[in-house]
């Protein structure tokens, strides 16, 4: 398992801004992509972007893009999520994941390491 540690939630107005954070403890090969997911009050953890982690492609649900830019630093093994143009629907708390394989999946049932989740709010 990698340990993985999210940061950088908080409360912000709608049209906001915020960037969270992913630290992992293990190694991260170029192969492996991660991942940010989020789950709002009553409802399932839904996928939102992702990096493959050698060549810094991209990945985004429907619902953030253009808004919403993950990033990476190799030297701090951290992943960034900069969000922009926050909507009150981007209330959620906000985890990322691991995927060794590189399988892409946005099934939260596909992984198995998490952090422990930053809460972002957002009021109107």
């Known amino acids: 398992q990698v340990p993985l540690v999210e940061s950088g939630g908080g409360l912000v107005q709608a049209g906001g801004s915020l960037t969270l954070s992913c630290a992992a403890s293990g190694r991260i090969y170029s192969s492996h992509v991660m991942h940010w997911f989020r789950q709002a009050p009553g409802k399932e953890r839904e996928y939102v972007a992702g990096?493959?982690?050698?060549?810094?492609?991209?990945f985004y649900a429907d619902s953030v893009k253009g808004r919403f830019t993950v990033s990476r630093s190799s030297a701090k093994n951290t992943m960034y999520l900069q969000m922009s143009n926050l909507k009150p629907e981007d209330t959620a708390v906000y985890y990322c994941t691991i995927d060794r394989r590189g399988t892409l999946s946005r099934r939260p049932s596909d992984y198995n390491d998490w952090g422990q989740g930053t809460q972002v709010t957002v009021g109107l």
């Open positions: 990096i493959r982690w050698g060549v810094e492609r991209t």
